[in-house]
Protein backbone atom coordinates (compact mmCIF):
# COMPACT_ATOMS: atom_id res chain seq x y z
CA UNK A 1 0.00 0.00 0.00
CA UNK A 2 1.02 3.77 -0.33
CA UNK A 3 1.69 6.29 2.17
CA UNK A 4 -1.48 7.95 1.28
CA UNK A 5 -3.67 4.27 1.59
CA UNK A 6 -2.46 4.16 4.77
CA UNK A 7 -3.70 7.95 6.05
CA UNK A 8 -7.14 7.11 4.15
CA UNK A 9 -7.65 4.07 6.26
CA UNK A 10 -6.13 5.70 9.67
CA UNK A 11 -9.08 8.22 8.80
CA UNK A 12 -11.99 6.25 7.89
CA UNK A 13 -10.92 3.89 11.21
CA UNK A 14 -10.80 7.24 13.06
CA UNK A 15 -13.95 8.56 12.09
CA UNK A 16 -15.40 4.58 12.67
CA UNK A 17 -14.27 4.84 16.06
CA UNK A 18 -15.38 8.68 16.66
CA UNK A 19 -18.68 7.22 15.62
CA UNK A 20 -18.77 4.25 17.69
CA UNK A 21 -18.33 6.35 20.44
CA UNK A 22 -20.90 8.74 19.68
CA UNK A 23 -23.28 5.50 19.30
CA UNK A 24 -22.21 4.27 22.38
CA UNK A 25 -22.41 7.89 24.57
CA UNK A 26 -26.05 8.21 22.49
CA UNK A 27 -27.25 4.24 23.70
CA UNK A 28 -26.07 5.55 27.42
CA UNK A 29 -28.45 8.24 27.19
CA UNK A 30 -30.44 6.21 25.08
CA UNK A 31 -31.19 3.56 27.56
CA UNK A 32 -31.19 6.24 30.20
CA UNK A 33 -32.53 5.00 33.66
CA UNK A 34 -35.71 5.21 34.25
CA UNK A 35 -37.72 6.07 37.60
CA UNK A 36 -39.96 3.18 38.09
CA UNK A 37 -42.92 4.41 40.09
CA UNK A 38 -44.88 1.43 42.63
CA UNK A 39 -47.88 1.84 44.81
CA UNK A 40 -48.88 0.04 47.29
CA UNK A 41 -45.92 -3.10 45.61
CA UNK A 42 -47.93 -2.65 42.54
CA UNK A 43 -46.59 -0.69 39.54
CA UNK A 44 -47.85 2.66 39.08
CA UNK A 45 -45.67 3.48 35.62
CA UNK A 46 -42.24 3.77 34.83
CA UNK A 47 -40.63 7.34 33.31
CA UNK A 48 -37.63 7.71 31.47
CA UNK A 49 -35.03 10.12 33.51
CA UNK A 50 -34.51 11.61 30.22
CA UNK A 51 -38.09 13.45 29.41
CA UNK A 52 -38.92 16.42 32.37
CA UNK A 53 -42.48 15.46 33.63
CA UNK A 54 -44.59 16.01 36.40
CA UNK A 55 -46.47 13.28 37.49
CA UNK A 56 -48.69 13.13 40.15
CA UNK A 57 -48.82 9.74 41.81
CA UNK A 58 -52.08 8.40 43.41
CA UNK A 59 -53.20 12.18 43.80
CA UNK A 60 -51.31 11.86 46.88
CA UNK A 61 -47.63 12.69 45.78
CA UNK A 62 -46.13 14.71 42.71
CA UNK A 63 -43.17 13.74 41.06
CA UNK A 64 -40.94 15.67 39.07
CA UNK A 65 -38.30 14.67 36.75
CA UNK A 66 -36.22 17.14 35.69
CA UNK A 67 -32.90 17.57 34.31
CA UNK A 68 -32.10 13.43 34.80
CA UNK A 69 -33.31 13.51 38.68
CA UNK A 70 -36.50 12.72 40.13
CA UNK A 71 -37.41 14.70 42.54
CA UNK A 72 -40.24 14.31 45.08
CA UNK A 73 -41.36 17.79 45.31
CA UNK A 74 -45.01 17.56 47.23
CA UNK A 75 -47.09 15.10 49.02
CA UNK A 76 -49.78 14.77 51.79
CA UNK A 77 -47.99 12.79 53.52
CA UNK A 78 -47.37 14.03 57.68
CA UNK A 79 -43.60 13.09 57.68
CA UNK A 80 -42.61 14.68 54.72
CA UNK A 81 -39.60 12.27 54.77
CA UNK A 82 -39.74 11.61 50.89
CA UNK A 83 -40.13 15.37 49.87
CA UNK A 84 -37.17 16.35 52.02
CA UNK A 85 -35.13 13.36 50.02
CA UNK A 86 -32.38 13.93 47.92
CA UNK A 87 -32.96 13.46 44.27
CA UNK A 88 -32.85 10.36 42.73
CA UNK A 89 -30.85 9.89 39.39
CA UNK A 90 -28.49 6.62 40.05
CA UNK A 91 -29.89 2.84 39.43
CA UNK A 92 -30.53 1.56 42.67
CA UNK A 93 -31.78 5.15 44.30
CA UNK A 94 -34.99 4.87 46.09
CA UNK A 95 -37.28 8.04 47.04
CA UNK A 96 -39.85 5.98 49.64
CA UNK A 97 -43.18 7.15 50.78
CA UNK A 98 -43.84 4.79 54.28
CA UNK A 99 -47.63 6.28 54.80
CA UNK A 100 -48.39 6.30 51.10
CA UNK A 101 -46.85 3.03 50.39
CA UNK A 102 -45.23 5.24 47.07
CA UNK A 103 -41.80 4.29 46.34
CA UNK A 104 -39.96 5.51 43.32
CA UNK A 105 -37.09 3.40 42.13
CA UNK A 106 -34.07 4.31 39.58
CA UNK A 107 -33.14 1.44 37.20
CA UNK A 108 -30.60 1.59 34.36
CA UNK A 109 -31.97 0.78 31.30
CA UNK A 110 -29.81 -1.39 30.85
CA UNK A 111 -30.56 -3.50 33.56
CA UNK A 112 -34.52 -3.03 33.26
CA UNK A 113 -34.07 -4.62 30.17
CA UNK A 114 -32.32 -7.45 31.41
CA UNK A 115 -35.07 -7.47 34.31
CA UNK A 116 -37.50 -8.12 31.31
CA UNK A 117 -35.48 -10.91 30.12
CA UNK A 118 -35.40 -12.82 33.74
CA UNK A 119 -39.38 -12.38 33.68
ZN1 LIG B 1 -44.09 11.04 52.02
Redesign the pocket.
Known amino acids: MKKGDWIWLAAVLGAAAVLFAIYMAYQGRGSAAVAVVTVDGEEFGVYPLDQDAQIWINGT?ELVIRGHEAD?VS?D?P?????NQKPASRNGETIV????K?VVEIRGGQEAEVDQVAN
Open positions: NMACDQVCVCLPNV
